[in-house]
């Protein structure tokens, strides 16, 4: 076992520079773990948080509440009153995964996917960033050739609260013909808020902006850019750059290292960010945090997916990657999120796989087993940092 925090070397105090090791913090969570695999990947998240909270002597309080499917069988809506409001009260959300056949014939609106829209829109969040980035030991697994990868380390910051989404939408039959529509649409206020948390996280990394839209064709796209535009002198040292939809996806796929921050709507972050997972190994792999007027909001990009369901096969580390963002983010605590990063990073590094991430033919272990082995070499890991210091 790992010497507990409040005993630890000042000297490792001293080498990060935080106040990580000395701060106790007392935190609420609310755990949406939902349908499919969420619940297994909120497990792996939740061990952890318990972790991190055992081994700092920090408090933190895990409730769990249904949400999606679950929640549609338990209370008949997919977003229960008591849900939302817990979350709403909470210091921090994480969310596993909703939906599934079971409630696919279900309208828009009642289906567990609705569930996690209003709790988007009922918590505020009008901000969805989802990094991706090579994982080092991971790097062989790529779609593409290590000289088109390059280092490929991306933010995009998806809108979260508005455009097609959210837009008025129906559907009418007339002479037997049935039509359905959905409507993008973007206010000037709704735009200048997330591209003002674009150039902010942009000015904190390598200072590049590129816009992705469809100013060729669609008007909100053209609201966008102008918007964009004159928001950008405030941001002087950020580059900012366009790009129509269709090329982004083509430049995602070319030559992914010549972005940093990719901002996007609603809908074209959330298509693009699946593409973007792709390129470094396995949408299981990404995290994403989601902030807005009240409690962030963690939760791996992936969804449900159905037939993984019962096969322990599921990859935790989108689900871990988004506690360690819960960590860092949203409680400031940086030293207990590069302690679970980089026990994770030996752990990828030692081989170790889930089936998404294997290489044909290699040796995969469970997503359960996986987990287990990470809170052992979290362990390790603490101990070597007591000796060595951290990032050793
Ligand atoms: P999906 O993300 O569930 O699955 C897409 C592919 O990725 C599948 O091959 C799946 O096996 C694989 N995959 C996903 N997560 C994985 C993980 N952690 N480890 C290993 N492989 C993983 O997307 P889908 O199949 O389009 O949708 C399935 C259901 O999930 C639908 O009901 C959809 O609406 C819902 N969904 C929910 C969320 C969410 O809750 N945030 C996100 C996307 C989709
Ligand atoms: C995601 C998902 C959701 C989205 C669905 C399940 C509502 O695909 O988080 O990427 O489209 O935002
Ligand atoms: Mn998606």
Redesign the pocket.
């Known amino acids: 076992m790992g010497k507990a925090a409040a005993e630890l070397p000042h000297s490792i105090v001293g080498v990060r520079g935080e106040a990580g090791i000395a701060m106790k913090v007392k935190k609420t969570i609310v755990l949406l773990p ?1 349908d ?3 619940p297994e ?1 909120t497990r792996a998240a939740a061990t952890v948080l318990r972790e991190c909270a055992q081994e700092f002597h920090h408090e933190f309080e895990l409730h769990e509440f249904p949400i ?1 499917g679950a929640a549609i069988d338990a209370i008949g809506t997919p977003l229960p009153n008591e849900t939302l409001d817990a979350c709403r009260k909470a210091d921090a959300v994480f ?1 596993g ?4 056949a079971k409630w ?1 014939a279900l309208p828009v609106g009642k289906r ?2 609705s569930g ?1 829209l209003g709790l988007r829109k009922g918590m505020g969040l009008y901000v969805n960033v989802r990094p991706v980035k090579v994982l080092e030991p991971l790097r062989g697994i790529s779609p593409l050739k290590p000289e088109r990868l390059g280092d490929l380390d991306i933010e995009i910051v998806r809108e979260l609260a508005g455009g097609m989404y959210f837009g008025e939408r129906g559907n009418t039959t007339e002479n037997g013909v049935e039509r359905a529509w959905d409507t993008e649409s973007y206010s000037t206020p709704e735009i200048e808020r997330i591209a003002t948390f674009a150039f902010a996280r942009a000015e904190n990394r390598t200072r590049r902006v590129c816009s992705v839209d469809k100013a060729n064709v669609l008007m909100s796209s053209q609201l966008w850019r102008r918007t964009v535009v004159a928001l950008s002198g405030v941001y002087s040292s950020v580059k900012l750059e366009h790009m129509y939809v269709d090329n982004a996806a083509m430049q995602l796929t070319l030559k992914p290292s010549q972005f940093d921050v990719m901002l996007t709507s609603n809908m074209f972050g959330d298509i693009l960010s699946d593409a973007a997972a792709a390129l470094v190994g ?3 792999l990404i995290p994403s945090a989601s902030f807005g007027t009240g409690a962030p909001l963690f ?10 369901v019962g096969t322990d ?4 580390v ?1 689900a871990i990657l988004s506690a360690t963002l819960m960590l860092r983010d949203a409680f400031g605590l940086s030293l207990e999120a590069d302690w679970v990063e980089q026990s994770l990073h030996r752990v990828l590094a030692g081989g170790y796989r ?1 089936p ?1 991430i294997a290489q044909p033919g290699a040796s995969t272990i469970g997503g359960s087993v996986f987990t287990e082995m990470l809170r052992e070499e979290m362990q390790r890991t603490l101990e070597h940092a007591e000796r060595y210091g951290w990032g050793v």
């Not at 995964?97 to 599934?100: E, H, L």
């Not at 096969?313 to 935790?316: E, G, L, Q, R, T």
């Open positions: 939902g499919g695999i969420g990947v999606g969310l995964a909703v939906g599934g696919d567990p996917e996690l396995s949408i299981g939760e791996p990009i992936h969804g449900s997916a159905p037939s993984l096969s599921a990859n935790p989108g889930t998404d």
